[in-house]
Nanobody, 116 residues
Framework: QVQLVESGGGLVQAGGSLRLSCAAS????????MGWYRQAPGKQRELVAE???????NYADSVKGRFTISRDNAKRTVWLQMNSLKPEDTAGYYC??????????WGQGTQVTVSS
């Protein structure tokens, strides 16, 4: 079983920045597609950004140009750099891994609150 531990959430003013981290317990991380998802109260969980093991990235339209996903396979860590934050970015942010052998695995989430 792969465990993911997120950190870096918090309260920030609009226009500010936060950097989320997600650390994995297993080397399965290196062959996993890693993603950041978010879920606001009353809304469905949505993909924010994802990155393949080789470094190819994909972003939701709402965060393009503001958020950057990156990873270090040796450190088993994926990051989400969030700049120019908006109140509508307020949500619980969840790290997810997807591997051929273990399927999907999730972290416990970290809260991001952006005040106006």
């Amino acid at each position: 079983q792969v465990q993911l531990v997120e950190s870096g959430g918090g309260l920030v003013q609009a226009g500010g920045s936060l950097r989320l981290s997600c650390a994995a317990s297993s080397s399965i991380f290196s062959i996993s597609v890693m993603g950041w998802y978010r879920q606001a109260p009353g809304k469905q969980r949505e993909l924010v950004a994802e990155i393949t093991s080789g470094g190819s990235t994909n972003y939701a339209d709402s965060v393009k140009g503001r958020f950057t996903i990156s990873r270090d396979n040796a450190k088993r860590t994926v990051w989400l750099q969030m700049n120019s934050l908006k109140p509508e970015d307020t949500a619980g942010y969840y790290c997810k891994g997807k591997s051929p052998m273990f399927g999907d695995y999730w972290g416990q989430g970290t809260q991001v609150t952006v005040s106006s």
